[in-house]
């Protein structure tokens, strides 16, 4: 699945600095060259199939183009200066490649729905569509109004200048040669591409999954799209669509139709058959894609998943704030976001100003004595290291705690439970909201430290909000894998209240980046030696968790050691094997 999708990105010159208008997102230098990017799937040999939209604004004189019968567009040509690279999954290399034709979706009935547009509603055309309240693009000023309103069904067929250069990105390519089954509604999904790729590698292939709401055919019943409520954002557009089922690529992403008066939109994705037929007469040979099948958890399951975890979790308040923590030991322990607690510290200690007060989620299902609360002792803080963590205690003995296993194994495409305390102050309700908060969604992708390849930093699709920071990010067996930490925010202007918060794409720190926590509760190491961990520097790390890709390349192509952060990691591991190796020569004695 993930070997099948490809970052595709684009950069011309821009002197006028027309070609980013209305864009959810670009790059552009003070030498008038803009970059833009999407997402494509591999098709066999040489070739990248992505949005048309991503290759509009560079076409060469783009308003006299002509599709023909067969709705496809030969030879179309960028203006001079104009480069297209695609990055493979795992791949820091980028490969050159030449836009090929333009193909659009229209397999609609010729007399009722000559556009896919118009297969919406045989009786309603475009026009009266965009009339209303409803647009096509990611934001208003990115609509086919200011585009032009059939690159929603317009894709662009890339081939590569040098096949054999990348050929062995090319094994798991996916199949024209048959057509995929036809879908069905709540048939499940999974998506893979490349949302604000631009920005950071970590956004570069994240997946993300869902159902197929409802299906759009013709009057043949020839399936042309589907609505789907799995998570779209820009970037994704070009990006692949997986029948967790048939087990093949059965779609590609395209623009959403959104509504300017409300926060409805709907997601849309192009059937692969609708446009096998253009496809075919340029790609002749190949090969299909079999997609890693993940078991369904009965609804009994999650239920007992969600009943485990959320006893671990735990309320925290502080000051005029609160957010929340996750128990990971009997006798106390709590690990939480530093940013929570941070604003409240005393100069540069870890004494903090107001009371840390936990509440333990036991207490709150009970109301009579859900006013109960423990306050905390503030041991070890992140003031200025990569990790946006801290560790509290409570004087209590526990009999629900996470095992912080930092040897938990994780795979991208894998469901995930966010456990949390988001929105609403639960002892504000009056008792009507006395559970953590449960939200559902996948691993979209995990980043790794390029030295110590440990996982730094995990993106997942469960929807979060405020109040979320310091819960837990669970597996689909009830495994502490991640700390929730962050969303991302869409920023529209230069104020900071300028945002606008996007709950479905968040990112989280995995477990395995926290064994000094596990060493130190385990009496491994001392508080000096977490304290001074915790706020090493690491620039690798910092570059990961601020989203700068052109730092951490820099840093990665110089010859430096490593960092006081994972010297610490490695010396403490080190004992570690040196004591298991004791205690085994001990036991053969």
Aim: hydrophobic share 35%.
């Amino acid at each position: 699945m993930l070997t099948s999708v490809a970052y595709v990105s684009i950069t011309g010159p821009d002197p006028k600095e027309l070609k980013f208008q209305n864009r959810p997102f670009y790059s552009k230098n003070n030498s008038g060259v803009t970059s833009l990017s999407a997402s494509g799937i591999i098709l066999q040999d040489r070739f990248i199939l992505t949005h048309g939209t991503l290759v509009l604004p560079f076409l060469k004189n783009r308003e006299t183009y002509q599709f023909d019968e067969t709705d496809t567009c030969i030879n179309p040509s960028t203006i001079v200066g104009t480069s297209i690279n695609i990055t493979f999954h795992n791949s820091n290399k980028s490969h050159s490649a030449k836009l090929c034709c333009l193909v659009k979706n229209s397999v609609a009935d010729k007399c009722k729905a000559t556009t896919f547009f118009a297969s919406l509603n045989p009786y309603l055309d475009i026009d009266q569509l965009l009339q209303g309240n409803w647009y096509w693009g990611w934001n208003e000023a990115h609509t086919l109004n200011n585009l032009n309103r059939s690159t929603a069904s317009q894709y662009a067929l890339l081939m590569m200048n040098d096949p054999h250069s990348c050929s062995k990105h090319f094994k798991n390519s996916i199949s024209i040669l048959d057509n995929p089954s036809p879908s069905k509604q709540i048939d499940e999904i999974f998506v893979v591409g490349s949302p604000f790729g631009l920005l950071s590698e970590i956004f570069q292939n994240s997946v993300t999954k869902g159902v197929i709401s409802n299906l759009i055919t013709n009057k043949d019943e020839n399936q042309l799209a589907f609505l789907t409520d799995a998570r779209m954002l820009p970037g994704t557009e070009g990006g692949g669509v997986f029948d967790s089922v048939n087990k093949k690529c059965i779609a590609v992403c395209t623009l959403p139709l959104r509504n300017s008066t409300s926060l409805v939109e709907m997601n849309l994705i192009i059937s692969l058959n609708a446009l096998l037929p253009q496809l075919r007469r340029h790609v002749d040979k190949y090969q299909g894609l079999m997609l890693e099948q993940s078991p369904a958890l009965g609804l009994q399951q999650e239920c007992k998943i969600i009943g485990n975890a959320d006893q671990c979790v735990v309320l925290i308040h502080v000051g005029n704030c609160w957010g929340t923590g996750v128990i990971v030991s009997a006798n106390g322990y709590i690990l939480t976001n530093a940013h929570l607690v941070r604003p409240f510290l005393v100069d540069e200690s870890n004494q903090v100003k107001d009371s840390i007060v936990v509440f333990l989620s036991q207490n709150l299902r009970d109301l009579k004595n859900n006013r109960k609360f423990n306050v905390a002792k503030l041991i070890c803080v992140s003031k200025n290291g990569p990790l946006d963590v801290a560790l509290l205690k409570i004087d209590k003995d526990l009999k629900d705690f996470f095992d912080l296993n930092v040897k938990i194994k994780t795979e991208r495409g894998s469901d995930v439970y966010a456990v949390g305390y988001p929105l609403f102050m639960p002892l504000s309700t009056s008792g009507a909201i006395r559970n953590p908060t449960c939200t559902k969604g996948c691993l979209s992708s995990i980043v790794v430290h390029k030295k110590s390849k440990i996982p730094c930093l995990m993106q997942t699709s469960a929807l979060i909000h405020f109040g979320n920071s310091g819960g837990a990010i669970v597996n689909s067996i009830g495994n502490l894998i991640g700390l929730v930490t962050s969303n991302a925010r869409h920023f529209k202007g230069d104020g900071d209240q300028d945002h606008k918060l996007i709950p479905s794409m968040n990112f989280a720190i995995p477990v395995q980046s926290l064994q000094m926590v596990s060493k130190f509760i385990s009496s491994e190491i001392n508080l000096k030696q977490l304290d001074e961990w915790m706020n090493a520097e690491d620039e690798d790390m910092r570059s990961i968790w601020s989203f700068d890709a052109q730092q951490r390349n820099k840093q990665a192509n110089k010859k430096k050691g490593k960092s006081k952060f994972l010297k610490m990691m490695d010396q403490i591991q080190q004992k570690s094997e040196d004591s298991e190796k004791d205690k085994f020569l001990s036991s053969r004695l």
